[in-house]
Structure formats: C-alpha cells, structure tokens
C-alpha cells in the first residue's frame, strides 16, 4: 500500500492541522495488558535512528508502525506494546523528533496553535494535553514535546529555531515564553 506524507505544515490552516492530527488511528495502548514481558533488541539513537540488533531500520514504514507501539512508563522505561506481549527499547534521549514546526491562531478565540511535525510523520498540537518540557541548562538548552502514552519528541534544531523565533515575537526575552491553545510554555531552563 503506497504511503502519502501529510503536507508541509506551511502550506496548511489551522482547520487542515487539525484534522490531520485527529486522522490519525492508533492502538489502544493504554487498554492493553500484556502478559509477557522481554527485550526487544531495539534502540533508538538521540539522533531520531531506530537500530534493531545495532543494525538501523532503513524502512521508514516500519519505523512509523513501531512508533505507534511505543509507550514510557513511570520510570522511564520505554516499552513496544502488542496485545500479547511488551519488549523494552532503549532509548537514548527521546523517541521521536520534532523536525518543523508551524503557529496557527484559532479564528474564534484568536489563540496561538503550535502545531509541530515529527520524524514520523505525526502531527501534534501543543497545548495542555501535549506540553511542552524544557531541560538542559540555559547555555545549552533542549525542548521536548509530550506526544501520548508518557513518549517525548525533542525539538531538533532548525525546529528549536523556529520555536524562539516565534517567542521573541511574542515575549520579552527576559521571560521568554510562547503559548498555544491556552497553555503558556517558559522557554528558559531552570538555573
């Protein structure tokens, strides 16, 4: 079955964003207990390449069907999940990248949408329910998007880019911050 990437985000309102989030079909992670338990022989690089038995996974395809799979739990461990059983992965900084990102603002409340694409193609709207996360320290930051099921994307830089571009629009740089869909994001790492 042939594979068709959404467009770019450039070329897209806020209403077609939006859409091309809720399109997407997922499994039911959070409704499946597996009984079995074992290592996947998997990892993920921080760089975004997925490797299984240290060789990478050069299927794209492949790698957008085992990332709807993946789930963190409460001690950060990350897991790839069926119906019958979970593998651990590991996963050097975050599972997924964040590589573009796009502000939209809502036209019946004139609020801010960030709307971020990811390495696999997924399209995810910042706000309360998807936050944004800064670590590192303020000389060399790093900024996460929360995806689903406790997984976290990393902004890479040109996205990162992006983002403080859109703040220092928005904010002083002194409390640099941004908002979307009625949350508010500080940009700045904790000293």
Known sequence: ??????????????SEIAALAQSRRLPPLDQWSPAHSGESHMRIQADG?????????????????FATL???????????????????????DAALIAIDMGV????????????FRLNTDDIVLCGPEHP????GTPDVP???????????????????????AHALDVSPP????????GAH????PPA
Request: net charge neutral; hydrophobic share 45%; proline share 8%.
């Open 1 to 14: 079955m042939p594979y068709d990437p959404p467009p770019e985000l450039a070329g897209l309102s806020l």
């Open 49 to 65: 390449t997925w490797l299984h038995e240290g060789s990478p996974i050069t299927r794209p395809a492949m790698v957008r069907a």
């Open 70 to 92: 993946l789930m963190r739990d409460a001690d950060a461990q990350h897991w790839l999940v069926t119906p019958h059983e979970r593998l651990a992965i590991a996963v050097d």
């Open 104 to 115: 939209r603002h809502d036209p019946a409340t004139g609020e801010a949408v960030l709307a």
């Open 132 to 135: 944004l996360r800064v670590a």
């Open 142 to 164: 790093a900024f996460y998007l929360a995806v689903r099921h406790g997984v976290e994307a990393r902004l890479n830089r040109s996205t990162y880019g992006q983002l403080v």
């Open 174 to 181: 002194e409390a640099l911050g941004v908002s979307s869909r």
């Open 185 to 188: 994001f500080a940009l700045v």
